[in-house]
């Protein structure tokens, strides 16, 4: 499959990073057919896209709406001519709710050049290959999702809309799918929201009932009493009390995108049957059941769907998995990346039961097919295997260290013990994936960790530190583990530590302690299994850092760390699990 990916990025750099499924090593091609520096600086606002002038104090965040939050994740800023133009638009069901990417925005979006009611074929070929950003709700690059070219399916002029096709089927839980009103009769309230000059997401509101205006009634016109609009607007869907879409912004005028401001919106209702031709009406693409019009005035908003389910399994385990977003009752037919380690005992509607056979740790895929669409699920194979970590350390007498063994897929805690010893020569304090320990006698001490993978506890350790505690005159030296960065707890579910280990050691008396060094920074990177970065910050050797993952999805996730010192990278596979 071939996917052209195009979007505006601020700043002098980029990563671009390829993800292939663990069955699919080496089958993907990249190729970068161009690349564009922009001589313009279109995010001069220091908030989005949208230059200084764009942003207005009575313009309202789509963050401090969450009540809208199901609606707004289909609602996309269109970027047309590489950026230098800007529109909204919006994803809609249809009533076979297959999942078809129609996407709703303004007939004059692609009527540009010039503006004279029709739409050239020069003109259709800009609006294919629109830039469609959705979930461009902060400046956070990591959280909005790009796709881009489209079909063009239908406009009409007379009620101002454009019906495009992505042509990427969107495979992405965060996007959802508009639900739509085509009465004639409107009542109560509308809501729509939009990108102001590209501006990042905002909302407005109207608390009045919508007046239908012009000679042939195709335009809905209200009048903001919270929030505005202003161009970059045009496209947006306009909702009702119910949260259905029935309109898309044609254009409006007032006082600076602020109210007073008037706005008209083209009316869904007539865009349905519009020009009463395919490609110039509503009607043959979301109504594809019924074709003489007879179908549903409504329909409601979806998301695409996701397999639910457990992440990690246990050897010899039955799991069951459920599709979640099947609304058209499709035949949902199941497979796996392994048969021999997957075996498929049953399937009955949205969900399917399968044992597990394998009995070493590996990573799977379940996948489910249903209305052309196919969804997958990465699960986890656990099995204790006793793996022994070895490391030697020289202490001192009467002090705290803090054992942090290397993360592991596999387990998810550990469990400690003192297996040789001077009586009462060490006290373990267990915290987990950390155990503080006091030496206060000389001796050589063996100190287990037991891993626990939800299976099982291991029988044998899972990783072994001896150290070996001489008198206080002594001096202190460690072999660091392999890796200087330690990264727990692994899975993690809410916050994930991260530590630059300092290896280097300088005695001060009766205490050891780390000699760290300003000049060593490092630059921390996480991103997602698609190479998207989803948290970004800095450190130096000897610190520790955390930050939140609880909003991440579940998966697996992959931890670069920079040395800036020495330009070299560490990476480590960190899995997400709530």
């Known amino acids: 499959m071939v996917y052209n990916i195009e979007d505006l990025i601020a700043g002098n750099e980029v990563t671009i990073q390829l993800s292939e499924p663990v069955n699919n090593i080496e089958e993907s091609d990249l190729e970068i057919s161009r690349v564009v520096h922009g001589y313009k600086n ?9 230059p200084a002038s764009a942003v207005y104090s009575c313009y309202n965040s789509i963050i401090g709406y969450p009540a809208w939050a199901n609606e707004s994740d289909a609602v996309a800023l269109v970027i047309i001519n590489s950026g230098t133009s800007l529109c909204t638009g919006s994803l809609l069901n249809n009533t076979a ?9 303004a007939f004059h979006c692609i009527d540009i050049s010039p503006r004279d009611g029709f739409i050239s074929a020069a003109e259709q070929s800009v609006a294919e290959n629109w830039a469609f950003r959705f979930q461009y709700k902060t400046a956070d690059a990591s959280t909005y999702i790009t796709y881009n070219q489209a079909y063009f399916r239908a406009a009409w002029f007379n009620s101002d809309f454009a019906l495009m096709e992505l042509r990427q089927s969107i495979n992405d839980n965060r996007i959802t799918f508009l639900g739509w009103n085509r009465a004639e009769t409107v009542t109560g309230s509308t809501t729509c929201i939009h990108h102001p000059g590209g501006d990042l997401m905002k909302i407005s509101f109207d608390n009045n009932q919508p007046i239908v205006e012009s000679s042939a009634n195709t335009y809905l016109s209200i009048n903001f009493t ?8 045009s496209g947006a869907p306009l909702f009702d009390l119910n949260k259905h879409i029935i309109g898309q912004l044609h254009g409006g005028s007032g006082n600076g995108g602020c109210p007073p401001i008037k706005v008209n919106f083209g009316r869904f209702y007539n865009s349905w049957t519009g020009g009463g031709t395919p490609s110039t009406q509503l009607n043959a693409w979301l109504d594809p059941l019924h074709p003489n019009n007879t179908g549903p005035m409504t329909t409601n908003t979806i998301r695409f769907p996701y397999i639910d389910g ?14 979640v977003g099947n ?15 997957f075996t498929l005992l049953s399937a009955s509607g949205n969900s399917a039961t399968f044992r597990m056979t394998g009995t070493t740790p590996s990573t799977e895929r379940i996948s489910a097919y249903f209305a052309g669409i196919t969804i997958n699920k990465t699960v986890y194979v656990l099995f204790n295997s006793a793996q022994l970590g070895v490391y030697y350390a020289n202490a001192y007498i009467n002090d705290n260290i803090t054992i942090i063994p290397p993360p592991t897929d596999s387990f998810n805690s550990y469990s400690w013990e003192v297996a040789q010893q001077p009586a009462n020569g060490a006290v373990l304090n267990d915290k987990g994936s950390t155990c503080d320990v006091r030496f206060t006698q000389k001796g050589t001490y063996t100190i287990n960790a037991y891993g626990n993978s939800g299976c099982a506890t291991s029988s044998t350790p899972t990783y072994i530190f001896v150290y070996n505690v001489t008198s ?26 991260v530590e630059i280990k300092d290896n280097t050691a300088t005695v001060e008396g009766n205490i050891a302690s780390a000699a760290q060094t300003s000049t060593d920074n490092f630059k921390i990177r996480l991103y997602d299994e698609h190479g998207n970065l989803v948290h970004h910050t800095h450190s130096k050797k000897g610190h520790k850092t955390h930050f939140s993952v609880a909003h991440l999805k579940n998966g697996i996730y992959y931890l670069n760390i920079l040395d800036e010192k020495t330009e070299k990278t560490e990476k480590q596979q960190i899995i997400v699990k709530h």
Request: aromatic fraction near 12%; include cysteine.
């Open 97 to 105: 709710q297959d999942y078809r990417p129609y996407f709703l925005s």
């Open 310 to 323: 457990q992440i990690s399994v246990c050897p010899y385990a039955n799991v069951t998995y459920s599709v």
């Open 226 to 233: 919270n929030g505005g609009a202003e161009e970059g607007s």
């Open 327 to 341: 609304p058209g009752n499709y035949p949902v037919t199941w497979s796996v990346s392994s048969p021999s380690i």
């Open 472 to 497: 206080p005159a002594g001096s202190y030296s460690a072999v660091s583990p392999a890796s200087m960065v330690v990264a727990y707890p692994n899975p993690v579910s809410s916050a994930l530590n």
């Open 42 to 50: 279109m995010f001069s606002s220091d908030v989005g896209i949208a």
